[in-house]
C-alpha cells in the first residue's frame, strides 16, 4: 500500500518554543505531520516509536540536554 505525504511526519527539535512554533507553521502547508518537541531526549522516543513515519528531522545544534550532533549519532 502506497503512503502519500500525510502520512509522513517532519520532527523539529529545539529548546527555544518560538522557533518550534515558527517551523510548524512554515511546515503546515506541506501537507506532513509537523512533530514538534523541546528535548532532544523525547525525540529520540518520537524516533523509536515512529521510525517508519518520520521522513525528515529538523534539529537545533545547540541545546542543553545535548547537541544537535549528538542527538543524530543517538539516532
Known amino acids: 500500500m ?9 520532527l523539529c527539535v529545539d529548546d527555544e518554543v518560538e522557533i518550534l512554533e515558527l517551523l510548524e507553521h512554515n511546515f503546515s502547508g506541506l501537507n506532513f505531520n509537523v512533530i514538534t518537541t523541546s528535548s532532544p531526549v523525547d525525540a529520540l522516543r518520537i ?21 544537535g550532533f549528538e542527538l543524530r549519532q543517538k539516532c
Open 2 to 10: 502506497e503512503k502519500n505525504a500525510a502520512t509522513y511526519s517532519i
Open 47 to 67: 524516533i523509536s516509536e515512529k521510525s517508519n513515519e518520520i521522513a525528515l528531522i529538523i534539529s537545533d545544534f545547540k541545546m542543553p540536554e545535548m547537541t
